[in-house]
């Protein structure tokens, strides 16, 4: 059983510019969450989907956006850079079954810095 | 989400136990109390969660107060690779999934 899987590892940019984050989720889990979480600070919420559908949103504008794949994958897409985007992203997956969820399992992150 | 409050840090001594409190006055009826914790350089792992009564496993164990305003997060014998961000979260779901963490309380395990 493979964990979760984050894609790349680092990623320096500048403002304005566009970047793709990627995240495998772990093997049977059909949820993923995305996070983000700023040097010093607790992960804030993204949002989530859950069977290629958002399931959920946090506090961050549209210019923060997500796809899952039928495998389960998934991307964060953020548009427009700014200085402040600069953080952790993390995805996590997890498995809703019913109205149940089971404990989710975080990658280990992208480092964006934005220039 | 509910607000939780922790201490920002707390320092144990190895192989000795350390009880991790967190206050949640505020959580509703639905609430779930859920502590996940962050080692250097990792994303978050999940520890124990509860609702109403106590919960043990090989991880920890989680004391949840009578009026469910409080909690504490018990470590039985901690050793060096506990030294992590512990973050106690509030949620309607059975898991952390749709929740903002606050900033956690950084432990320190001597030895």
């Known amino acids: 059983e493979t964990g979760v899987t984050q894609s790349p590892t680092h990623l320096i940019k500048t403002r304005g510019q566009q970047v793709t984050l990627r995240c495998s989720s772990q093997?049977?889990?059909?949820?993923v969450s995305w996070y983000q979480q700023a040097l010093g600070q607790g992960p804030q919420f993204i949002f989530q989907?859950?069977?290629?559908?958002?399931?959920g949103r946090g506090n961050f504008p549209p210019r923060f956006s997500g796809l899952q794949f039928p495998n389960y994958s998934s991307e964060l897409n953020v548009n427009a850079l700014e200085l402040d985007d600069s953080a952790l992203y993390l995805c996590?997956?997890?498995?809703?079954?019913?109205?149940?969820?089971?404990?989710?399992?975080f990658g280990p992150g992208t480092r964006l810095t934005v220039l | 989400d509910a607000k939780t409050t922790q201490p920002n840090s707390m320092e144990s001594n190895e192989e000795e136990p350390v009880h991790l409190p967190c206050n949640h006055s505020?959580?509703?009826?639905?609430?779930?109390i859920h502590w996940y914790r962050q080692l250097p350089s990792q994303g978050p792992e999940y520890v124990i969660h509860?609702?109403?009564s106590n919960v043990n496993n090989r991880m920890a164990s989680l004391a949840i107060a009578e009026d469910r305003k409080s909690s504490t997060l018990i470590l039985h014998r901690t050793t060096l690779r506990d030294a992590a961000v512990y973050y106690c979260?509030?949620?309607?779901?059975?898991?952390?999934?749709?929740?903002?963490f606050g900033d956690g309380t950084t432990l320190t395990v001597k030895p």
């Open positions: 989907y859950y069977r290629e559908e958002e399931n």
């Open positions: 505020t959580i509703s009826g639905t609430d779930y």
């Open positions: 093997s049977g889990h059909n949820t």
């Open positions: 509860g609702l109403t």
């Open positions: 996590a997956s997890s498995s809703l079954r019913g109205a149940s969820y089971n404990e989710q399992f």
């Open positions: 979260i509030l949620s309607i779901f059975t898991n952390a999934g749709k929740s903002t």
